[in-house]
């Protein structure tokens, strides 16, 4: 199976300026491959790094030191040296992010958010909303609640509103970070829906699910991530395994 995502050599700290100058070693010399079709779970206990190992995949955070390589068309583009048009152009057309949050510009309306990734890299509007009301109706969205900006909707409203807009363009990658954690069972199931049918076609996926019925699901290797802890230097311990 071809390669999308290869880390090798990561290592991340963050320097607390007001608290002398303490240094938070979330995590040294980690490697990671993750092949097409694939669908890896960053695990471990809370405050481990499992997040900001995500948001570095995405270029959110820049390592210390190492490399993330993403199959980008027919180019290996490396995130942590790329230059800040190029990690648009991977974002729009190569990675795909589902965050925990919805962060949307205020008073547009959710069918818009919902296209927006995919009339960006140029699908025709009435395409993109054909799909975006697929994938509404699909989560659950009341249709009297697509033409409302979503910022008074529920958390389980808003989370579903955030995944279909990951899921409107076919992307090579996704990075999911807790996509199900606001959500009822039924909703569950039609992410976890969501997720089979993008490794089906190919998609490299790595992700955080804390619901271990979802995990066991999606997952085809579990990714560990040992806790860290304030200090001057840094330690991490990293291990892949199989999903029982």
């Known amino acids: 199976m071809i390669i999308l995502i290869s880390v090798g050599g990561l290592s991340k700290t963050f320097t607390l300026h007001t608290q002398g100058g303490a240094e938070i070693g979330v995590f040294d010399d980690i490697s990671l491959e993750v092949r097409a079709g694939e669908c890896i779970c960053l695990h471990g206990p809370s405050g481990a790094g499992k997040s900001t190992l995500l948001r570095s995949l995405y270029a959110n955070y820049k390592p210390d030191a190492g490399h993330i390589i993403v199959q980008h068309g027919d180019e290996s583009i490396d995130l942590v040296n790329a230059e800040p048009w190029e990690v648009v152009e991977v ?81 090579p990658v996704l990075l999911l970070d807790e996509p199900t954690a606001s959500l009822d069972a039924a909703n569950r199931q039609s992410v976890v829906e969501l997720i089979k049918e993008a490794k089906a076609r190919g998609a490299a996926i790595v992700g955080i699910f804390h619901d271990e019925e979802v995990r066991e699901a999606v997952a085809d290797r579990l990714f560990k991530v040992a806790q860290s802890s304030v200090r001057k230097s840094r330690r991490n311990i990293t291990a892949v395994e199989p999903v029982a």
Not at 137 to 146: D, F, G, H, Q
Not at 147 to 152: E, H, I
């Open 91 to 171: 974002r729009r057309r190569t990675i795909g992010y589902v965050s925990q949050f919805l962060r949307v510009i205020p008073r547009v309306a959710t069918i818009d958010i919902v296209t927006e990734p995919a009339t960006t890299i140029g699908i025709p509007a009435d395409e993109a909303h054909a799909k975006a009301k697929a994938l509404l109706a699909r989560l659950n969205i009341p249709k009297r609640l697509w033409s409302l900006a979503p910022a008074t909707f529920s958390g389980g409203e808003q989370q579903r509103v955030n995944i279909a807009r990951g899921f409107m363009v076919d992307y």
